[in-house]
């Protein structure tokens, strides 16, 4: 039986891969933020889990307005990094596990998720900046990852009840797995930020601090906050922190606090990480 | 009901904006591929006639309007894809969009960003 | 306020399209299954629907294996008749109506239903040839289409109650409109039919007429009714029927059954066309 | 367990099939355009070349041979397609897959189509 064993929620900002990419981690403005990434890479590399759930979302990259799913599984064997505009990242390709992805796809639609499948997709800055920044820059990533994309680009996305219902299933559906894998689940984006308009800019620390301690101990208050409060709090963009519910929702109600990083800012973004650990582990 | 306009300086990408802007974020979307970014460079107005651009929107991208392209229908991940093929970054384009420069931008960044108060409704801006 | 004041359920079969693009419809082989259709195309006349949601399947003509959409909705202002392998039908363009279909996608994504956004898509049979069906052969389409695509193609389908929670979910959408329409919603694909395999032809006129007159007066046997008994009685493509469970799901519990009709073979497959009206209407 | 295996003749197009069966299928859809069904008549291997088939998804289709396709992972909306393209309706294929002529399964769907009796299961049928 697969099982989850934790989970990990950070920001995607594509400013921190291109600043590893660029070997820039050291200067001044960016020390203090990679500073903080040391624990949760000892941390990874000591769970050293079979295999990744990345919970984050296509920025225009893999899929375009013609066609706009809510919630999509890469099923393929390997999923090439997209060109954004500037290239590709130099980072490794990320292998999938289309034995393990079909079985969490098919698990979750016939428990009334809607999930699109996904046989041939890139995968952008907000799949593979979480990967660098939680297992720096290997010749290969240490395990495979299934790509769970969520859109929060087009409103509206899901409602953060559907994210962590989504959240809740898919840990139903690890159970269900046969072969015996360690899963860690990943979500990502946010967390404060505005990439737009007048308001572009805009950190709400204070916001961003009670979401980082309540996603640990009380879930619910997020479960039920509805998409405008995160428009008007946390910035238009960072309504991508309703990506952090899935990950919440695949933990068991009780969860260690392994570690919390907060750091303003990368570029336009403040930038939160949080490592929770299932209780059983 | 929800208010979405009531928050000052942010245009939401619901179903009104996509459907002003599906052609024009669709362009944007093409300079993913390098041979579509070469075009464009090659010959801006060229390349535009490809797409069905709304006038607002053909001379946004030839102004190099960012604010301008976001309120005619653009999303800033399609719109920063213009952005990413003239080599500037997303925080170029959030500081001229937000009125000022890169560097006043920057600034404002490393000291904490743009405050939360004030900026919350229109009606609390008074 | 819109609403929802009938339903028609209906077979989709290609050579029926076929049949009538090439002038074939009187023939001894098509005339028993036409004469049938007659009586359909004259209550719809007379209902004069201001929109028709259309819940159909796409047959790898506007998808593909690349990107499987469990439910997908098309805002497109129109909609070409797509190339199955051998042009186009000869049948008019399908206009959309985005303002109501962006606020159906909206309404059921917040509803909870993942929906994917299809901004650019062609249609293929399981959408023209009921059109062609219920309205014969005009210069254009009586009103505005939206069309539904369900994933039944790529197993697993969404389960028959998922796709009846949909319908419920687009009765709400429908009633939480602005404007005054009364909008028709069609359920298409069906009946027992195997197109694949030594099987193929299979019919099985015994379920088939049971789910017409179930559907009508107890749907929540078929509600319930698990993808393996599609299968092994109504044949592997017989699946479609799921789609049917989306129209009645969309009615109210109470319906005034109008007209049944259920004629075998077309080509490969058993075709049904099943009208109930709202009795509010 | 659902046992789905246990239904004589059929071959659900799952979560396996799929994904032997994708560059394959894929092949089928592009079929849809005119330009490729002119160059898939033209040359047929040539054509073949440029998708990513097992060896018995290529002979298959070379042989025509429809029963054989769907079991190398083919979906039969997709394997309808280069029978589209040679000219070929469904009910053709599916008088072949089943191992008799298109006459006689004609005759068949006209009396009513195949029974269900006795093809709902393996074990039923003995
Ligand atoms: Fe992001
Ligand atoms: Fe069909």
């Not at chain 2, 000052?8 to 052609?23: A, Q, V």
């Not at chain 2, 090659?42 to 797409?51: H, P, S, T, V």
Request: glycine share 8%; aromatic share 10%; proline share 6%.
């Amino acid at each position: 039986m697969a099982r989850i064993v934790a989970g990990l929620a950070t920001s995607h900002v594509p400013a921190i891969g291109i600043a590893m990419d660029q070997g820039k981690t050291g200067e001044p403005y960016w020390k203090p933020l990679f500073d903080g990434y040391d624990p949760a890479r000892k941390w990874l590399a000591k769970l050293d889990p079979d295999l990744i759930v990345l919970v984050y979302n296509d920025h225009g990259s893999a899929f375009s307005l013609e066609v706009i799913p809510t919630f999509a599984i890469g099923v393929a064997e390997k999923f090439l990094p997209a060109d954004e505009g500037w290239g590709p990242r130099p980072v490794p390709v990320v292998n999938g596990d289309p034995k393990f992805a079909w079985h969490l796809a098919e698990s979750l639609i016939l428990d009334e998720f809607d999930m699109t499948i996904v046989n041939d997709m890139t995968v952008d800055h907000g799949l593979t900046v979480p990967l660098s920044i939680v297992c720096g820059q290997p010749e290969k990533w240490p395990c495979p990852v299934i790509p769970l994309s969520v859109n929060v680009v087009q409103y509206p996305p899901p409602t953060g009840k559907r994210c962590f219902d989504l959240g809740r299933a898919i840990r139903k559906a690890v159970k269900r797995y046969d072969d015996d894998l360690r899963v860690l689940i990943l979500g990502t984006g946010g967390m404060s930020h505005q990439l737009h308009g007048e308001r572009a800019g805009l950190i709400n620390s204070e916001f961003d601090k009670s979401f980082l301690d309540d996603l640990s101990r009380q879930p619910q208050r997020l479960v039920d906050l509805p998409h405008i409060e995160y428009v008007r709090e946390a910035g238009a963009e960072g309504i991508e922190l309703v990506m952090w519910l899935v990950m919440r929702g695949a933990l068991d109600d009780d969860v260690t606090e392994i570690y919390q990083h907060y750091h303003v800012p990368a570029s336009n973004t403040a930038t939160g990480l949080l490592i929770l650990e299932n209780l059983t582990e | 009901m929800n208010n979405f306009d009531d928050i000052p300086g942010t245009y939401l990408f619901d179903k009104d904006r996509c459907h002003e802007g599906y052609h024009f974020n669709m362009f944007c979307k093409s300079l993913t591929e390098p041979k579509n970014r070469d075009d464009f460079k090659a010959n801006e107005e060229g390349y535009l006639d490809n797409w069905q651009l709304t006038q607002s929107q053909r001379q946004s991208v030839l102004d190099r309007d960012w604010l301008g392209m976001i309120k005619a229908g653009g999303n800033i991940y399609y719109t920063s894809k213009i952005a990413a093929t003239d080599g500037h970054s997303f925080q170029y384009i959030a500081a001229l969009m937000s009125g000022t420069t890169e560097n006043e931008y920057r600034k404002m960044m490393v000291d904490g960003g743009r405050s939360i108060e004030g900026n919350r409704s229109l009606s609390e801006k008074g």
